[in-house]
């Protein structure tokens, strides 16, 4: 699977919203839309290792269940 640049975006933007809707701390962790921000910045390449996937846990793994 070779997603799209926009849909790891959205993805990962998925799996922050997710992450920070119980575990958010002000002054610590960055907002949501500027972390979108971030990530439409960053090349593909950056944006496959923000995943964190390796041969353990599989992009197409992350895909499915952010994307």
Do not use: R
């Amino acid at each position: 699977m070779n997603p799209s640049k926009e849909q790891l975006i959205d993805a990962l933007y998925h799996e922050y919203v997710w992450l920070c809707h119980d575990d958010f701390e002000p002054g610590v962790d960055i907002e949501p839309e500027d972390y979108l921000t971030m990530l439409k910045d960053m090349t593909y390449d950056e944006l496959i290792e923000e995943t964190c996937t390796d041969d353990t846990y599989h992009l197409s793994e992350f895909m499915e269940a952010w994307g």
